[in-house]
């Protein structure tokens, strides 16, 4: 079965810190791994990544994956208090041709105080 | 371009009932996911269409069952409703094989 376990659960950081999430995961036919941010409502995608050691970059997030050792990270530099959200890793699967499917962490919540 | 849209939002059901939900893609997009997010579990993938034909199906029980029509709007229907359905069902979209998701608002069913 596959399996996505994100750590930490909750985390609690000051306005201007830098944080980082871990991602590891277990599946088969591994495709890709996602990284969504989830405020209220409805996740928002973040990075697909595909190859190891090639880091995505977005402002102040930033995330890379490590095929080999079987995870990834997402960071976020210079904290704001809009990054408050839960940060959900999903991995890609391949379990036939041309069918997919994504597996999810139960999410990192992150909590930025002013 | 609009984005992905739930109908309803919110809806109350007691036990034994079914209930319908649909979603609406973003347009051009065939691609159509479902997922069930509940607190205990987060977020679970329950099955995926693609031009119709279901692709791909998680692993839940056959009370759960969707359809796509020809304009890519997809239902999903859940029968003879437990408590533990209560959730946000979420529906997402994406081009064809594309896994770039975009989610919908979802639909909150609480089950009494």
């Known amino acids: 079965e596959d399996k996505v376990v994100q750590s930490p659960l909750s985390l609690v950081v000051h306005e201007g810190d830098t944080v980082t999430l871990n991602c590891s995961y277990e599946?088969?036919?591994?495709?890709?791994l996602l990284w969504y941010k989830q405020e209220k409502k409805a996740p928002t995608f973040l990075f697909m990544l595909?190859?190891?050691?090639i880091e995505k970059k977005s402002g102040r997030l930033s995330s890379i994956l490590d095929k080999k050792e079987l995870f990834s990270i997402l960071n976020i530099t210079a904290t704001q208090t809009g990054d408050s959200a839960v940060y959900l890793c999903?991995?890609?699967?391949?379990?036939?041709?041309?069918?997919?499917?994504?597996?999810f962490g139960k999410g990192t919540k992150l909590s930025v105080i002013p | 371009k609009a984005g992905v849209t739930q109908t309803p939002r919110y809806l109350i059901k007691t036990r034994g009932q079914q209930v319908t939900l649909s979603c609406s893609p973003i347009?051009?997009?065939?691609?159509v996911s479902w997922y069930q997010q509940t607190p205990g579990q987060g977020l679970q993938f329950l099955f995926e269409?693609?031009?119709?034909?279901?692709?791909n199906k998680g692993n839940f029980p056959g009370r759960f069952s969707g359809r796509q029509f020809s304009n890519s709007r997809s239902e999903m229907n859940v029968s003879t409703l437990e408590l533990g359905d209560s959730a946000l069902y979420l529906c997402?979209?994406?081009?064809?094989?594309?896994?770039?998701?975009?989610f919908g608002p979802g639909t909150r069913l609480t089950v009494t």
């Open positions: 997402a979209s994406s081009l064809g094989l594309r896994v770039e998701q975009y």
């Open positions: 599946v088969t036919n591994f495709r890709s």
């Open positions: 595909t190859s190891s050691g």
């Open positions: 999903a991995v890609e699967a391949s379990p036939g041709a041309g069918s997919y499917q994504l597996t």
């Open positions: 347009s051009g997009h065939r691609s």
């Open positions: 269409y693609f031009s119709e034909t279901q692709r």
